[in-house]
């Protein structure tokens, strides 16, 4: 256990230069997701801590090829935010659908991916997306992620 957890702070460490050069948030980095609900706020996103769950293309399913190694050595596409595809108003024409027509506008596409993920009941992946390694760990309460307004 000590092993791999020092193997991961020398990975994590090693990201930091040539993600830098990207202009990329690092893999350990905390993001911001901006929430489009009234009543609920963004969400504080850390990359370091879902690393267990999912390679990088679960999420970053556009990214073909994406691992924290391509990343670190500078070698992966710019990592377009969620919310370039899946725009944050619904009945938006450019936003995509799934296989059934459903809108996967910002709101429906994370509550797909990271509330059946933290519930341990993914039923439905992103087109091309990567394996989810293990899942049923996260919260599943709006206030558990999301700031209240």
Known sequence: M???LLIAACMLA???VSAATQGQKLPGDDLVIPSVD?????VKFTHQQHIPFSDCTYCHHTNKGLT????NAGKSEKIPFCADCHLREEGNAKTPKNADGEELW???AYHVNCIDCHKGEITKK?????PVLKQGEG???CAA???VK
């Open 139 to 141: 919260p599943t309460r």
């Open 68 to 71: 924290l190694e391509t990343f």
């Open 106 to 108: 910002s709101k429906e």
């Open 14 to 16: 090693a990201y930091s």
């Open 38 to 42: 009234e009543k609920w706020g963004p």
């Open 145 to 147: 992620c999301h700031e």
């Open 126 to 130: 992103p087109k091309d997306a990567g």
């Open 2 to 4: 000590k092993v791999k």
